[in-house]
C-alpha cells in the first residue's frame, strides 16, 4: 500500500469524475428523448381521438341519409317487395 500515493488516486478521482460527467450528460440527453416522445405520443394520440370523432360524424351522417332514402323509395313505392 506504500506505494500509493494521494497523488494517484487524485488522477484515478479525476478519470472518474469525468467519466461520471459524460453519463450525466448522456442521462440529460436521454431525457429529452424521451420527453420528445412523449409530447409526440400525445400529439398523435389528440390526432387518433379527432380522427375518431370526425368517423362518428360520417356514421351519423350516413345513418342519417340511408334513413332518408328509405323514407322516400317507401313514398315513391320503389322498395322491393320481398320475393316468395
Not at 3 to 17: C, F, P, R, T, W
Amino acid at each position: 500500500m506504500a506505494g500509493i500515493s494521494n497523488e494517484l488516486i487524485y488522477e484515478v478521482l479525476k478519470s472518474v469524475q469525468a467519466r461520471l460527467a459524460q453519463v450525466d450528460g448522456k442521462a440529460d440527453e436521454n431525457k429529452s428523448d424521451m420527453l420528445a416522445l412523449r409530447t409526440q405520443m400525445t400529439s398523435i394520440h389528440h390526432d387518433l381521438l379527432s380522427i375518431h370523432q370526425e368517423l362518428g360524424g360520417v356514421h351519423a351522417t350516413l345513418i342519417r341519409h340511408e334513413q332518408r332514402l328509405d323514407r322516400i323509395e317507401r313514398r315513391l313505392e320503389l322498395s322491393e317487395a320481398p320475393t316468395l
